[in-house]
């Protein structure tokens, strides 16, 4: 049972435009979703997060909206740079579960030149 | 500050070995989570030990084992190696609870041959 989703596995997009990731869950009780970066080889990135009691949270160019009637959360980034070429996994925690991060399946985002 | 370090980077061993991995979290971080990582299952939570004390374990049979010393570093073991633990084990730490401070270390890529 995935309870956090990403339904895209990948992602291209044209260097200054925007990129935005999509990622559902379905268990309630999350209440802190986290989105990391990933390159080959290297341990995941920690991007920006969110707590439960905000819609939206900024930081530079990545901004995490969050709808939690829809149980479903996006990241842009504007504007895309080649260097954002990665891994993205959202992930998600409930304070109850303690330090556990539950992860999406990725979504390999490229940003062409 | 030196990030999250983990040891040995790579290794083979033969199916029915058992194998053991090492972390040295921030200084100062007193949690550290283990993660692995497969391309069929993505990224999972292994277990997470705070203060020498296994606070948290996911969905893994009991091959997988971890601990942690009065110094914070933590090791993770697996007996009788299957083909399927073939994978990326990650760990990551983190000061307290996790929310902002959790940082992931490279990764020790297992090959189970």
């Known amino acids: 049972d995935q309870q956090v989703k990403q339904n895209s596995p990948s992602l291209s997009v044209q260097e200054g435009r925007i990129s935005i990731l999509n990622c559902d869950y379905t268990?309630?009780?999350?209440?802190?979703f986290l989105w990391y970066k990933k390159y080959p080889a290297e341990g995941p990135t920690f991007l920006i997060s969110?707590?439960?009691?905000?819609d939206k949270n900024e930081d530079g160019r990545f901004t995490v909206f969050l709808n939690k009637s829809a149980k479903h959360l996006s990241l842009h980034i504007v504007p895309s740079q080649p260097g954002d070429s990665a891994v993205y996994f959202c992930?998600?925690?409930?304070?109850?579960?303690?330090?556990?991060?539950?992860f999406g399946g990725g979504t390999r985002v490229l940003v062409k030149p | 500050k030196a990030g999250v370090t983990q040891t040995p980077r790579y290794l083979i061993k033969t199916r029915g070995q058992q194998v053991t991995l090492s972390c040295s979290p921030i200084?100062?971080?007193?949690?550290v989570s283990w993660y692995q990582q497969t391309p069929g299952q993505g990224l999972q939570f292994l277990f997470e030990?705070?203060?020498?004390?296994?606070?948290n374990k996911g969905n893994f049979p009991g091959r997988f084992s971890g601990r942690q010393f009065s110094n914070s570093r933590s090791e993770m073991n697996v007996s009788t190696l299957e083909l399927g633990d073939s994978a990326l084990y990650l760990c990551?730490?983190?000061f307290g609870q996790g929310y902002y401070g959790y940082t992931f270390g490279s990764g020790t890529r297992l090959t189970v041959v």
């Open positions: 030990y705070f203060s020498e004390t296994q606070r």
């Open positions: 268990n309630s009780m999350f209440d802190y």
């Open positions: 969110i707590s439960s009691i905000k």
């Open positions: 990551a730490s983190s």
């Open positions: 200084s100062g971080h007193r949690s």
């Open positions: 992930a998600a925690s409930a304070q109850a579960a303690g330090n556990k991060l539950t």
